[in-house]
């Protein structure tokens, strides 16, 4: 017999979702642009994959600061139901392996790849424990309290549709928009997270947790990292 949707109940306080949206622009546009002056001014010997830990870590730090009691909260829908919880992760990623199959297939017609893993690639080919650190424990916590917590959970109140497609949209172009200000083509590119956005968005709906769509962005980028170390290639990383 088919489970009914749980009901979803998962809030942030008003404090806690402005302090997520306001770190938002912070950390998609101003932060990197600060970090940037000061390491290649007072560090130039800085690796790329370093000043990321870096970047990350702040926003780590950021998020415990202000979003600790909800990721509290959240904790006791996991643990009432860890097994859902869990079925749903792997459900997620099963999901998103098949949508990326069809995305892939279409965007390998165009004559580059997506800039953005390829500088993940990079930075793993020569600093993998640096970026694993950065990219399966604190790009998932920093970002899903973001475009999960705080958007999706902010407008799923009033539009299930709306909070699927913002959040959905926002986190798709925050990966490439800085790519797309030297070359606007680069915007098609948008396209290969929406599948990992969706995924995200239904995970933490159906698990009625934050920590459900925390826990599925580690899985994905932890098993991409792994198949970049063994095979140099990726399935779908999110950073």
């Given at each position: 017999?088919?489970?009914p949707?749980?009901p979803?109940?998962?809030?942030?306080?008003?404090?806690?979702?402005?302090?997520?949206?306001?770190?938002?622009?912070?950390?998609?546009?101003?932060?990197?642009?600060?970090?940037?002056f000061?390491?290649?001014?007072?560090?130039p010997?800085?690796?790329?994959a370093?000043?990321?830990?870096?970047?990350?870590?702040?926003?780590?730090?950021?998020?415990l600061?202000?979003?600790?009691?909800?990721?509290?909260?959240?904790?006791?829908?996991?643990?009432?139901?860890?097994?859902?919880?869990?079925?749903?992760?792997?459900?997620?990623?099963g999901?998103?392996?098949?949508m990326?199959?069809?995305?892939?297939?279409g965007?390998?017609?165009?004559?580059?790849?997506?800039?953005?893993?390829?500088?993940?690639?990079?930075?793993?080919?020569?600093?993998?424990?640096?970026?694993?650190?950065?990219?399966?424990?604190?790009?998932?916590?920093?970002?899903?309290?973001?475009?999960?917590?705080?958007v999706f959970?902010?407008?799923?109140?009033?539009s299930?549709?709306?909070?699927?497609?913002?959040?959905?949209?926002?986190?798709?172009?925050?990966h490439?928009?800085?790519?797309?200000?030297l070359?606007?083509?680069q915007?098609?590119?948008?396209?290969?997270?929406?599948?990992?956005?969706?995924?995200?968005?239904?995970?933490?709906?159906?698990?009625?947790?934050?920590?459900?769509?925390?826990?599925?962005?580690?899985?994905?980028?932890?098993?991409?990292?792994?198949?970049?170390?063994?095979?140099?290639?990726?399935?779908?990383?999110?950073l």
């Amino acid at each position: 017999m088919k489970r009914p949707p749980l009901p979803f109940t998962s809030r942030q306080t008003r404090g806690e979702a402005v302090a997520a949206l306001v770190y938002l622009p912070l950390h998609a546009v101003l932060l990197p642009l600060l970090l940037s002056f000061l390491l290649l001014n007072f560090f130039p010997e800085s690796s790329t994959a370093v000043f990321n830990l870096i970047y990350y870590a702040l926003g780590a730090v950021y998020m415990l600061c202000f979003e600790l009691r909800f990721l509290r909260r959240d904790f006791d829908p996991l643990c009432d139901r860890p097994i859902r919880c869990l079925t749903e992760v792997f459900i997620g990623y099963g999901l998103m392996l098949g949508m990326n199959l069809a995305v892939n297939l279409g965007l390998s017609l165009l004559p580059a790849d997506n800039p953005n893993n390829a500088a993940v690639m990079d930075m793993a080919g020569s600093e993998l424990g640096t970026v694993s650190a950065m990219a399966v424990f604190l790009a998932p916590l920093v970002e899903e309290l973001m475009f999960r917590g705080a958007v999706f959970g902010r407008l799923r109140r009033r539009s299930r549709a709306l909070a699927y497609g913002a959040s959905m949209l926002l986190f798709s172009v925050y990966h490439v928009w800085s790519f797309a200000l030297l070359d606007p083509r680069q915007l098609i590119y948008l396209v290969q997270y929406l599948p990992a956005s969706f995924v995200l968005c239904r995970c933490y709906e159906r698990t009625d947790s934050i920590w459900g769509p925390i826990f599925l962005h580690m899985l994905i980028n932890g098993i991409s990292l792994s198949v970049i170390s063994s095979l140099g290639e990726y399935l779908c990383l999110i950073l």
